[in-house]
């Protein structure tokens, strides 16, 4: 079990989730390529913020003018009093329309800035992952579900980067608006400052009680958002089991059981956060109230004038907005960091199946390939292959029967090293597989799955996959000796035609034929074909078996198959029985050991439908 967990996705990590330092350091190398730019974008932000203040404090003097025609001090320089303040006060309404203006540009810039920096570190995270998914193990993908992946994939690097930069943007937008807006508060009135700013930090409290709530909840959505990716998918996948089985009903119900989860969730958020905005307001409210109350007595007692209490009210109001978006920072980091951390738990998987220091070129077969006393399992405590020795010689062909589920397809897996043994020995040439270079190992070993895994694009497209520079006479070959010419011809855009996802347009026979090429056109010493032809009915097998004895000629070659005639061509036969070596020799040699397990299985699978 302990090897599986080390790579399976968990489906929640809040520990790590606060460990703000940590993650941060890790996000750095992210930041640290558009460090200029988020610099530069903070920097705009803190005039931005502050022009708020500086609208709310000329409401002042003008207010004083217009209303009162008072002289203010504010703009008292010994002689010039009068005309500069009568001058300034005709100018106000135009400073005001101008510093809008200005404060329309500046967020312009800011948002364009943050949006450029924003997607720029998550496009950069996302690649990163990208290798980090190409790069793991074949276990890797058999213990994580599709849709966890996805969602780790597609919306937590957004979160962790994205998010995170317009979060910085705000933060800093609202502090320093929150600080010009307190200090005109304070200006017009400290006694009267000193209420309100009470009364907001009062309203923004439950903000920060809530902020585990908000996390365990973003969380458990991810898992969900999962899951339901995961059926999408299987939906796709599976489409032709679902209706064949009349299993729509079962997948509408799974998926609208995962939405009502989702909904419960979202809505136990909401029922805990969707007070919070109420509460703020009413808070706020009462704090309006005995500023209200308050100031009307400061001004008739003389204490304040009618402009600085406007200027004092508007400042109050215009902090409503930068303490709110302060507040749902605070809880959108929370977010973030989540989401920092899943993508981190994703990078921190190591592939476990990597080069040795000093890894050895492949030089050729030599004297063929060993299994030693080679133990496997896939999950701790359930060997699968257990002592299981063998020797296949060069250019041998060597079929493998057996029982479903007795470890032959296992066996096979275990040459181009999908999985590592747990002990013994497998040896090309005298040298452990381990040692090789494994990208050099894997260009040696030619693969034709029973699914014939196909990918979106043409043919042509799809065989060159074998071998990425073969030339147009190397393409016509492998077209002729794996029998697509005969097909190709009456497509409309023959060899270029797109094959669909999956190359759902193709037939079963004529797919095994483009991953027959697909192999062949790698031309590769050692060709594994696991059941290379059990999809096939009798007729379209034999123009398979043409292509797959063309493929296997002059190479080193296991086959795993249920028909006679594929398993009769084979130099020697391998019977596989509960992850051991039953018995090992030609068809002729097998079939005449009294109560053999290659004649048992002989005369119950092969004979009625081969012969
Ligand atoms: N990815 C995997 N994770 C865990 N267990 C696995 C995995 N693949 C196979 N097994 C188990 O290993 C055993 C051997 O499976 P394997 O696929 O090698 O059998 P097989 O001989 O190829 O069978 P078949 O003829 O049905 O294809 C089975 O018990 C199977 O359940
Ligand atoms: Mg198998």
Known sequence: METENKLKLKDTNSQDA??????????????????????????????LGLLDGVIAYSLRPYMDYVVNGNETQVFEYQGFKIQLQAFLIQFIPYAIVFFALLQG??????????????????????????????????????VNSSGLVLSRFWTDPEQASRALIDTIKSFILSIFELAALVIVL????????????SVMAIALTPVLIIRKKIKSVSNANMVIIGDMTTNFNETFAGNKIITAYNLKEHQNQKFEGQIRTQFGLLMSLVKRVGWMSPIMYFFCSIGIAIVMNYGNSLIISGDMTAGAFASFITSLLLLYKPTKSLGLTLTSLQNIFVAIARVFELFDLMPEIKN?????????????????????????????LKDFSLDVGVNE?????????????TIVNLIPRFYDINSGAITINGTDLRDFNIADLRNNISFVFQDNYLFTGSIKENILMGKQNASEEEISEVLKLAHIDEFVGTLPEGINTVVGERGASLSGGQRQRVAIARAMIKNAPIVILDEATSALDNESEAVVQKALDNLIKNKTVFVIAHRLSTIQNADRIAVINEGELAEIGTHDELISIPNGKYKHLYEMQFAPAGV
């Open 18 to 47: 606060f460990r703000y330092g940590h993650l941060m350091k890790r996000m750095f190398p992210y930041i640290r390529t558009v460090l200029g730019r988020t610099i530069l974008l903070i920097l705009l932000a803190i005039p």
């Open 397 to 409: 062909t060597i079929a493998l029967v057996g029982n479903s589920g007795g470890g032959k397809s």
């Open 186 to 197: 304070l200006v017009n009135s400290w006694k009267l400052a000193v209420i309100g700013v």
């Open 356 to 384: 040795t220091e000093n890894p050895k070129p492949f030089n050729g077969l030599g004297s063929g390939i060993r299994f030693s006393h080679v133990n496997f399992e896939y999950e701790e405590g359930q060997p699968v």
């Open 105 to 142: 540009v500046l967020r312009y810039i800011c948002n364009y800035l943050s949006e450029w920096t924003g997607n720029k570190m998550s496009n950069n995270l996302k690649i990163d992952l990208f290798h980090k998914l190409t790069a793991m193990d074949t276990k890797f993908y058999d």
